[in-house]
């Protein structure tokens, strides 16, 4: 099943040494995924995760795929939701791919969502004490953001990926056309994560996603093409230079120590998505800030303005969490991976493509500012 979009593939470089990987932009992506594959592999022998809602889509064409490239495959499917990223889930999976014969030389084909890539990643980074994979995402936020840069990971009662490893893929095929297949909820959802490159970094990119984000959205190549191939190099560069989140590399979690407590108090399920969390995270990080005086209102009302005509929630009464006591929130906040001698850090905004590192945000005015939220 393909869009018959016309996106010529263009190719990125994830450049980390011995570890350095491509990253494929285009369309058709996956009825060539076993001839990407395959010169990368030790052994002609590919275990795919996948997950119910995907395999019905993009299964077939990338079994296909690998069977015209030579490669011996086994399928593992997973039920669909973020509800699977969990320890019973992972322990599914980890028992059915050591079931398939793998060898170290062997490869796991991550094709799905973020979900897919975190656990089929921590699959790989873990079974075997470490086998190579790569990862084929099929929505939005994915090929922007959770496919690139090697973090894998699984939630728990406490916290979202509080269990995981830094492990790199051996290549990301993002295709373009995969994307017709999501729900619209699913694409804004991805949406959030490529706006938040122009709020940390690039305010001319910020301002691109004004103009064009309904466009992008609606699946119009050109934009689409920008946006992925755009948040994939921003995404690269920081990664090549902070593998392992020690510096620059904490700023992509913008918006995420808001949203990630949101997730936790929702309960990781379909209620409120991943992306849709970062938004309001996004917004609630340039309401603190002002709060703060670090950054001005105007900015944070432009931010809003622009979710909310995307059809992005802005507000927790959005969500149906208004009124959520601000000592729960900053309980979960508090289980966030950034903490540090019991200290909140937060990535903060200065201006829209300015942001910055509070190590030890002020948990007086944080309580106050929750509270308050709505």
Same mark, same amino acid.
């Given at each position: 099943?393909?869009?018959?979009?016309?996106?010529?593939?263009?190719?990125? =470089?994830?450049?980390?040494?011995?570890?350095?990987y491509?990253?494929?932009?285009?369309s058709?992506?996956?009825?060539?995924?076993?001839?990407?594959?395959r010169?990368?592999?030790? =052994?002609?022998?590919?275990?795919?995760?996948?997950?119910?809602?995907v395999?019905g889509?993009?299964?077939?064409?990338?079994?296909?795929?690998?069977?015209?490239?030579?490669?011996?495959?086994?399928?593992?499917?997973?039920?669909?939701?973020?509800?699977?990223?969990?320890?019973?889930?992972?322990?599914?999976?980890?028992?059915?791919?050591?079931?398939?014969?793998?060898?170290?030389?062997?490869?796991?084909?991550?094709?799905?969502?973020?979900v897919?890539?975190?656990?089929?990643?921590?699959?790989?980074?873990?079974?075997?004490?470490?086998?190579?994979?790569?990862?084929?995402?099929?929505?939005?936020?994915?090929?922007?953001?959770?496919?690139?840069?090697?973090?894998?990971?699984?939630?728990?009662?406490?916290?979202?990926?509080?269990?995981?490893?830094?492990?790199?893929?051996?290549?990301?095929?993002?295709?373009?056309?995969?994307?017709?297949?999501?729900?619209? =909820?699913?694409?804004l959802?991805?949406?959030?994560?490529?706006?938040?490159?122009?709020?940390?970094?690039?305010?001319?990119?910020?301002?691109?996603?004004?103009?064009?984000?309904?466009?992008?959205?609606?699946?119009?190549?050109?934009?689409?093409?920008?946006?992925?191939?755009?948040?994939?190099?921003?995404?690269?560069?920081?990664?090549a230079?902070?593998?392992?989140?020690e510096?620059?590399?904490?700023?992509?979690n913008?918006?995420?120590?808001?949203?990630?407590?949101?997730?936790?108090?929702?309960?990781?399920?379909?209620?409120?998505?991943?992306?849709?969390?970062?938004?309001?995270?996004?917004?609630?990080?340039?309401?603190?800030?002002?709060?703060?005086?670090?950054?001005?209102?105007?900015?944070?009302?432009?931010?809003?303005?622009?979710?909310?005509?995307?059809?992005?929630?802005?507000?927790?009464?959005?969500?149906?969490?208004?009124?959520?006591?601000?000592?729960?929130l900053?309980?979960?906040?508090?289980?966030?991976?950034?903490?540090?001698?019991?200290?909140?850090?937060?990535?903060?905004? =200065?201006?829209?493509?300015d942001?910055?590192?509070?190590?030890?945000?002020?948990?007086?005015?944080?309580?106050?500012?929750l509270?308050?939220?709505?």
């Amino acid at each position: 099943m393909t869009t018959g979009s016309a996106v010529a593939a263009e190719r990125l =470089r994830v450049a980390l040494g011995d570890r350095a990987y491509d990253i494929v932009v285009g369309s058709r992506l996956i009825e060539t995924a076993g001839r990407e594959i395959r010169p990368l592999m030790r =052994r002609r022998h590919a275990v795919v995760v996948t997950d119910e809602n995907v395999a019905g889509h993009w299964l077939a064409p990338l079994c296909c795929s690998l069977d015209e490239a030579g490669v011996a495959h086994h399928t593992v499917v997973l039920p669909a939701g973020e509800e699977t990223k969990d320890l019973a889930h992972f322990g599914r999976l980890a028992g059915e791919i050591l079931a398939s014969g793998i060898e170290r030389g062997s490869m796991l084909v991550a094709l799905g969502g973020g979900v897919v890539g975190d656990l089929t990643g921590f699959a790989a980074a873990t079974l075997l004490r470490g086998i190579d994979f790569v990862q084929v995402p099929t929505t939005l936020l994915a090929q922007v953001d959770s496919s690139v840069g090697g973090k894998t990971g699984i939630n728990t009662a406490l916290g979202k990926n509080l269990i995981g490893a830094f492990y790199q893929p051996r290549l990301v095929l993002a295709d373009t056309d995969v994307l017709a297949s999501l729900p619209r =909820r699913e694409l804004l959802a991805g949406y959030a994560e490529t706006v938040k490159y122009g709020l940390i970094r690039d305010a001319e990119f910020f301002a691109w996603c004004e103009r064009q984000g309904n466009a992008l959205c609606a699946l119009e190549p050109e934009p689409l093409r920008h946006a992925v191939v755009t948040s994939c190099a921003m995404k690269a560069a920081v990664v090549a230079g902070d593998e392992r989140e020690e510096g620059e590399r904490a700023l992509l979690n913008f918006g995420h120590t808001f949203g990630h407590a949101l997730e936790t108090e929702t309960g990781f399920s379909s209620r409120l998505l991943h992306g849709e969390a970062v938004a309001l995270g996004m917004v609630l990080a340039f309401e603190f800030a002002a709060c703060l005086g670090l950054a001005a209102q105007a900015d944070g009302e432009r931010v809003r303005r622009h979710f909310a005509t995307t059809g992005l929630p802005t507000r927790l009464a959005d969500v149906g969490l208004a009124g959520t006591p601000a000592d729960r929130l900053l309980a979960h906040m508090g289980k966030d991976k950034k903490v540090r001698d019991g200290k909140l850090t937060l990535i903060l905004p =200065r201006r829209i493509g300015d942001a910055f590192v509070m190590k030890d945000a002020p948990a007086a005015e944080l309580h106050e500012f929750l509270g308050a939220a709505a």
